[in-house]
Protein backbone atom coordinates (compact mmCIF):
# COMPACT_ATOMS: atom_id res chain seq x y z
CA UNK A 1 0.00 0.00 0.00
CA UNK A 2 1.52 3.51 -1.14
CA UNK A 3 1.58 5.90 1.48
CA UNK A 4 3.03 9.78 1.43
CA UNK A 5 2.74 11.78 4.26
CA UNK A 6 3.76 15.53 4.62
CA UNK A 7 4.65 17.35 7.38
CA UNK A 8 6.20 20.40 8.71
CA UNK A 9 3.41 22.95 7.53
CA UNK A 10 2.49 25.90 9.32
CA UNK A 11 1.94 29.47 10.11
CA UNK A 12 5.15 31.38 9.97
CA UNK A 13 5.85 35.23 9.20
CA UNK A 14 7.81 36.42 6.24
CA UNK A 15 11.09 36.43 6.03
CA UNK A 16 10.90 33.39 7.86
CA UNK A 17 11.41 29.65 7.43
CA UNK A 18 10.33 26.01 7.44
CA UNK A 19 11.20 22.70 6.21
CA UNK A 20 8.81 20.58 4.91
CA UNK A 21 9.32 16.52 5.32
CA UNK A 22 7.64 13.90 3.26
CA UNK A 23 8.27 10.16 3.98
CA UNK A 24 7.01 7.75 1.92
CA UNK A 25 6.65 3.48 1.46
CA UNK A 26 4.95 0.81 -0.62
CA UNK A 27 6.79 1.90 -3.77
CA UNK A 28 10.40 1.46 -4.86
CA UNK A 29 11.47 5.03 -3.52
CA UNK A 30 14.51 4.77 -4.99
CA UNK A 31 13.71 4.66 -8.09
CA UNK A 32 11.28 7.27 -8.53
CA UNK A 33 11.94 11.08 -9.02
CA UNK A 34 9.96 12.93 -6.36
CA UNK A 35 8.15 16.07 -6.30
CA UNK A 36 6.87 19.08 -4.56
CA UNK A 37 3.37 20.73 -5.83
CA UNK A 38 1.49 24.11 -3.87
CA UNK A 39 -1.89 25.14 -4.61
CA UNK A 40 -3.07 28.24 -3.32
CA UNK A 41 -6.52 29.29 -2.74
CA UNK A 42 -8.46 29.83 -5.89
CA UNK A 43 -5.21 28.61 -8.16
CA UNK A 44 -4.05 26.00 -10.38
CA UNK A 45 -1.88 23.55 -8.52
CA UNK A 46 2.02 24.46 -9.41
CA UNK A 47 4.99 22.38 -10.13
CA UNK A 48 7.78 23.73 -7.11
CA UNK A 49 10.69 21.62 -7.14
CA UNK A 50 11.44 18.32 -8.31
CA UNK A 51 14.53 15.93 -7.45
CA UNK A 52 15.50 13.45 -9.57
CA UNK A 53 16.54 9.29 -8.43
CA UNK A 54 20.14 9.83 -7.14
CA UNK A 55 19.03 13.37 -5.64
CA UNK A 56 21.90 15.17 -7.83
CA UNK A 57 19.66 16.62 -10.84
CA UNK A 58 16.94 19.23 -8.87
CA UNK A 59 14.66 22.10 -10.54
CA UNK A 60 12.50 24.83 -9.31
CA UNK A 61 9.90 27.02 -9.93
CA UNK A 62 11.53 30.67 -11.22
CA UNK A 63 9.93 32.07 -8.03
CA UNK A 64 11.68 29.91 -5.65
CA UNK A 65 15.08 29.55 -7.14
CA UNK A 66 17.76 30.45 -4.13
CA UNK A 67 14.93 30.32 -1.43
CA UNK A 68 13.89 26.63 -1.59
CA UNK A 69 15.94 23.36 -1.56
CA UNK A 70 14.60 19.97 -2.50
CA UNK A 71 16.73 16.88 -1.25
CA UNK A 72 16.20 13.13 -0.41
CA UNK A 73 17.15 10.59 1.87
CA UNK A 74 16.86 6.83 0.06
CA UNK A 75 17.82 4.83 2.70
CA UNK A 76 14.87 7.18 4.71
CA UNK A 77 12.43 6.94 1.83
CA UNK A 78 12.26 11.07 2.73
CA UNK A 79 12.08 14.36 0.42
CA UNK A 80 12.40 17.59 2.28
CA UNK A 81 11.85 20.78 1.17
CA UNK A 82 13.83 23.43 2.75
CA UNK A 83 12.13 26.92 2.49
CA UNK A 84 13.84 30.17 3.51
CA UNK A 85 12.81 34.10 3.14
CA UNK A 86 9.34 32.94 2.61
CA UNK A 87 6.83 35.31 1.03
CA UNK A 88 3.10 35.89 1.19
CA UNK A 89 2.97 34.68 -1.60
CA UNK A 90 4.50 30.80 -0.85
CA UNK A 91 0.99 30.51 1.28
CA UNK A 92 -0.66 27.26 -0.30
CA UNK A 93 -1.47 23.38 0.34
CA UNK A 94 2.26 21.87 -0.38
CA UNK A 95 1.72 18.17 -2.10
CA UNK A 96 4.37 15.73 -2.12
CA UNK A 97 4.78 13.59 -5.18
CA UNK A 98 6.56 10.68 -6.49
CA UNK A 99 7.10 9.52 -9.86
CA UNK A 100 3.91 12.20 -11.04
CA UNK A 101 1.88 9.41 -9.90
CA UNK A 102 1.13 8.94 -6.05
CA UNK A 103 0.14 11.92 -3.79
CA UNK A 104 0.12 13.05 -0.24
CA UNK A 105 -2.67 14.48 1.56
CA UNK A 106 -1.30 18.13 1.43
CA UNK A 107 0.40 20.63 4.55
CA UNK A 108 -0.51 23.85 5.08
CA UNK A 109 1.89 26.65 4.85
CA UNK A 110 1.03 29.85 5.40
CA UNK A 111 3.19 33.07 5.70
CA UNK A 112 1.89 36.49 7.23
CA UNK A 113 2.40 38.98 10.18
Known amino acids: QVQIVESGGGLVQPGGSLRLSCAAS????????MYWYRQAPGKERELVAS????????DYLDSVKGRFTISRDNAKKMVYLQMNSLKSEDTAVYYC??????WGQGTQVTVSS
Open 26 to 33: GFPFSTYA
Open 51 to 58: IRVAGVIT
Open 97 to 102: NAGRRY
